[in-house]
């Protein structure tokens, strides 16, 4: 593979990682985020807590306060978008309408100063890559939303990013057509240095190498994506696990939340007292129990159904309990003896060997 | 099922009589002026040598304005959309001065300008350069009243656009010029060519400031408009003959600019 083309499908042009480490004062993000060399990294976090400025600054097309933006070694301070090779793909396509498939494809490399058949040529194995080759001739107009975004990721690639950046590519796709566009990403991401925004556990799961949790405009978690999705310490890294993440301070042998106490298991080395840590338990382990409050049992607490919704074979109940909420997943003949009604008061309980404690994240 | 929530979400039936009124207020001196049109004469009225000329003159002006509003045009309308220069609300006021100010105000203005004792002018003439008066000054009068046409059409058409597309291609190594060039400009394409549209219809119109700054000489600066201003006492035949070409010119320039979306 000597045509320039042909690079960046895994042969090195990702010879460094991604570092950010800003403050973006107007939108209150102050972030050290590193993507290494070849990994992807997945951003989560809740609707407003930072992850697309993080793009945007990575990008070039939001200015941080100050800090620094590093990519192969080399600062991208003060290096306007175009000069970084620092490639976008958003939710929606945003394919060039005035421009045939083959031709916003070879964009970049024209942009690069390749000739036009050069550059045609180059399109013509990206198309093939994602799969689309077939619709090099064709309008976007005429594209479906999972096509187009095919089509889009194919011109991202075309231009030969030192690092791709994904702001929730598969969002706006039909359930039917996300599945397919993931098995394309998790091909073309393999050893290629990738930061990508998501709200779904599936792309986490499947794309990412790490995890970062933003919230509020901070890092409150981060690490191997299997790590987080398994022991959460942020109750956003818990949701999108399918995890309760209940946050407090170690008392003696309970995780003590205001009044509340919850009981567990130390996860390796029991945590000082006072320590922050949370405790970690499964929807499945939760039951409830209606009717008046029984007596004595240790990690009950009175909480309120919020809402109930099918999951599979079960039932997933949400209830809260001051500013928490707990989910439950019961089966439906266990959910069928209880009134799960929206504002009905419930007593939900979790054997102490099913919560495990971990230390929380001290971001 | 679709025609019964049309008809019930449409517009109040009583605005159905003010509104084909103003239909007739626009179209019945159309149809009066056409009732008066000597049919017999009318060819020789229109190829006579001083209309012919003033036909020349006033297409070869008007696109000659067209081409320098979209000159500079572009790059204004392109200026204020895209920037966040300060002031920026009162310069996009300034430039659109020309549209309701009198055309005869901006003429006596542009003569206080490129005129011989004018602010550009009278360097322009120790130069050996004369503009008032001349062709060119019928071409400066067109495009002074018309320029603003061109910018609010680009500019609107530029701000729907958004800048999304044009951040991609900044993504994927294009260059701003190249942005502007490959993405930019084709995007606003129907905004801009609509914008021209406007523009060469308001110069082919353009009758106030032009006698006032550039005079009627016939052939060099006595454009249709002109012509049929001179000619309404003297040769009423003639000026309602050539007022018909004029909105004959107009009605294919409409049907032109209708395929540009939602311009006109």
Request: charged content about 15%.
């Amino acid at each position: 593979m000597t045509a320039r083309g042909g690079e960046g499908v895994g042969d090195g042009v990702d010879a460094g990682g991604l570092l950010v480490d800003v403050v973006v004062a107007p939108r209150d993000v102050t972030v050290r985020i590193e993507v290494p060399p070849g990994q992807t990294v997945a951003l989560l976090g809740p609707n407003g807590a930072g992850k697309s400025t993080v793009l945007g600054v990575a990008a070039g097309l939001v200015e941080a306060s100050s800090g620094t933006v590093a990519l192969a070694g080399r600062s991208l301070v003060g290096v306007p978008p175009y000069r970084r090779r620092v490639a976008l793909l958003a939710q929606e396509a945003l394919l060039f309408p005035h421009l045939s498939v083959l031709d916003n494809v070879a964009f970049g490399p024209r942009s690069r100063g390749d000739g036009r058949s050069a550059a045609r040529a180059v399109a013509h194995r990206w198309l093939a890559r994602v799969g689309a080759e077939d619709l090099a001739p064709r309008r976007p107009g005429t594209l479906s939303g999972g096509q187009a975004q095919r089509v889009a990721l194919a011109r991202a690639l075309a231009a030969e990013p030192l690092l791709l950046l994904l702001d929730e590519p598969m969002a706006a796709l039909d359930v039917e057509v996300a599945p397919a566009m993931r098995q394309v990403l998790r091909e073309v991401l393999l050893d290629r240095t990738t930061l990508l925004v998501t709200h779904d556990v599936i792309d986490a799961l499947m794309l990412a190498d790490h995890v970062v949790v933003l919230e509020d405009g901070r890092v409150v978690e981060e690490g191997p994506t299997r790590e987080v999705l398994t022991r959460p310490r942020s109750t956003f890294a818990g949701r999108i696990a399918g995890l309760n993440v209940v946050p407090g301070r170690w008392g003696p042998g309970a995780v003590t939340r205001g009044e509340h106490r919850f009981h567990g298991r130390p996860d390796g080395v029991e945590p000082g007292p006072g320590e922050h840590v949370v405790a970690v338990f499964s929807p499945s382990a939760v039951t409830l129990v209606g009717g008046p409050a029984p007596d004595g049992a240790s990690n009950t607490w009175t909480v309120r159904v919020q809402d109930v919704e099918p999951a599979g074979d079960r039932v997933r109940v949400r209830t809260r309990v001051a500013d928490l909420v707990l989910t439950a997943e019961l089966r439906a003949s266990a959910a069928a003896a209880v009134d799960l009604a929206p504002g009905a008061v419930v007593h939900l309980s979790v054997p102490a060997d099913a919560i495990a404690v971990h230390p929380a994240h001290r971001g | 099922m679709g025609t019964v929530t049309e008809s019930r979400l449409g517009a109040p039936r009583w605005l159905a009589i003010p509104a084909l009124l103003g239909l007739v207020f626009v179209l019945l001196p159309l149809l009066a002026m056409l009732g008066r049109v000597d049919w017999p004469g009318f060819g020789e009225l229109v190829t006579s040598d001083s209309a012919r000329d003033a036909l020349g003159l006033s297409l070869r002006t008007s696109l000659t304005s067209t081409v320098l509003c979209v000159v500079l045009g572009v790059p204004m309308a392109t200026v204020l959309a895209r920037t966040n220069l300060p002031g920026r609300g009162l310069v996009r006021s300034l430039v659109l001065l020309p549209l309701v100010i009198p055309p005869v105000v901006s003429g006596i203005a542009l003569l206080y300008t490129f005129g011989r004792r004018g602010l550009v002018g009278e360097p322009l003439e120790m130069l050996g350069v004369e503009i008032a008066f001349s062709t060119a000054a019928v071409v400066l009068a067109q495009t002074f009243v018309s320029l603003p046409f061109l910018v609010i059409s680009l500019e609107g058409a530029l701000r729907t656009a958004g800048q999304r597309h044009e951040a991609v291609a900044a993504t994927l190594g294009a260059s701003p010029t190249t942005v502007f060039r490959r993405v930019t400009l084709p995007l606003v394409l129907p905004g801009l060519l609509g914008g021209a549209v406007l523009a060469f219809a308001r110069s082919l119109g353009e009758f106030g400031a032009t006698i006032t700054f550039a005079g009627s000489l016939q052939g060099t600066t006595t454009t249709l408009p002109t012509q049929i201003y001179l000619e309404r006492f003297s040769d009423p035949d003639a000026a309602v003959a050539l007022s018909l070409v004029l909105v004959v010119v107009a009605v294919a320039v409409i049907g032109l600019a209708r395929p540009g979306r939602g311009v006109l």
